[in-house]
């Protein structure tokens, strides 16, 4: 099982960046898929999730509106567009597989929001 994050940098705020997470070794269709990310010093938080039945959405509140979740089935990959950043946004954001009786993670990719 892999799920490999990509598409994190150093952007000024107001700015976008598209983190991508592209998984193999699992059935993708089958999982919820999530954003998550961890700012230094504190715990790991929820960005968003997008369901694998149905394609519900869920986003935390502070960024919603601001960032939007997808996902290809046909291509395994879950994305995460995210507009309008702010420096508070700076963390290293994790992609998350979930299926009843199984979790797997990312190894994170980092974003950076200053000026």
């Known amino acids: 099982v892999q799920l490999v994050e990509s598409g994190g940098g150093l952007v000024q705020p107001g700015g976008s960046l598209r983190l991508s997470c592209a998984a193999s070794?699992?059935?993708?269709?089958?999982?919820?898929m999530s954003w998550y990310r961890q700012a230094p010093g504190k715990e790991r938080e929820f960005v968003a999730r997008?369901?694998?039945?149905?394609?519900?959405?869920h986003y935390r509140d502070s960024i919603e509106g601001r960032f939007t979740i997808s996902r290809n089935n046909a291509q395994n990959t879950v994305y995460l567009q995210m507009n309008s950043l702010k420096p508070d946004d700076t963390a290293v954001y994790y992609c998350?597989?979930?299926?009843?009786?199984?979790?797997?993670w990312g190894q994170g990719t980092q974003v950076t929001v200053s000026s």
């Open positions: 997008i369901t694998s039945v149905g394609g519900y959405i």
């Open positions: 998350n597989a979930r299926l009843v009786g199984y979790n797997y």
């Open positions: 070794g699992f059935t993708f269709s089958m999982y919820d």
